[in-house]
């Protein structure tokens, strides 16, 4: 199966830890993108990256977050010194190159929920 | 700023039905609308993929219409089945931009 692999599936952590969400990509893509989804709401992005390069952070909390996708290896999410309201889902989509295949669907992970006690 | 909202929150239907969900999206300057299926703990399926020069798409019992000028996109679910029971999601990619903007979903049980 080489859909979008998200991991760990569940998170559990106290409120000042840190959270690492990781996102490894369908194979061949190059683009990915996280969205959050707060209990009872929508999808909102966040981020968007291509290798080594953050291409659109406009939906990234100012503080707190920083996502990068390395040269080789995942991408990751990284959430430092946690509270409550960080509980959610977060999930992790990938496409092919935007200016080629734009119209293309984004292919989705099963995500990662975060619980913050 | 687009807003994408989806009618019904909720649906409950007896197996068999055909339905359909309603998806409105504010700004019609979209570069394509997609379909996708939510399964409680699980991640996103895409069910349907409309370009903006598409009127609809059809993938099995599954329909998608869309009216980028009245900014309205339907999901036709035909003889519908316990196993469609999920939350529906309509998400609308904003011009020549990457980003997804989604809808709340619509909630649908289909009863045996």
């Known amino acids: 199966n080489a859909g979008v692999m998200q991991n760990p599936r569940h998170l559990v952590r106290r409120r000042g830890q840190e959270a690492r969400l990781r996102c490894s990509p369908v194979k061949g893509h190059s683009h990915v993108y996280w969205y959050r989804q707060l209990p009872e709401e929508g999808l909102k992005f966040m981020v968007y990256?291509?290798?080594?390069?953050?291409?659109?952070e406009s939906g990234m909390p100012k503080e707190r977050f920083s996502a990068e996708f390395p040269k080789e290896g995942p991408s990751i999410l990284r959430i430092q010194q946690v509270v409550r309201g960080d509980s959610a889902a977060y999930f992790c989509?990938?496409?092919?190159?935007?200016?080629?295949?734009?119209?293309?669907?984004?292919?989705f992970g099963d995500g990662t929920r975060l619980s913050i006690l | 700023k687009q807003e994408v909202t989806q009618i019904p929150a909720a649906l409950s239907v007896p197996e068999g039905e055909n339905l359909v969900l309603n998806c409105s999206f504010t700004?019609?300057?979209?570069?394509?609308l997609q379909w996708f299926r939510q399964d409680p703990g699980k991640g996103l399926t895409s069910l349907l993929l409309?370009?903006?020069?598409?009127r609809e798409q059809t993938s099995g019992r599954l329909n998608a219409s869309l009216d980028k000028s009245s900014g309205r996109s339907t999901l036709y679910i035909a003889a519908s089945q316990p196993g469609d029971s999920a939350t529906y999601l309509c998400?609308?990619?904003?011009?020549?931009?990457?980003?997804?903007?989604f809808g709340t979903g619509t909630r649908l049980k289909v009863l045996a």
């Open positions: 409309i370009q903006s020069s598409q």
């Open positions: 998400a609308v990619r904003q011009g020549r931009t990457y980003k997804y903007i």
């Open positions: 990256l291509q290798k080594e390069n953050i291409i659109d």
């Open positions: 700004d019609s300057a979209i570069y394509n």
């Open positions: 989509a990938s496409s092919p190159d935007f200016l080629q295949n734009g119209n293309q669907p984004q292919h």
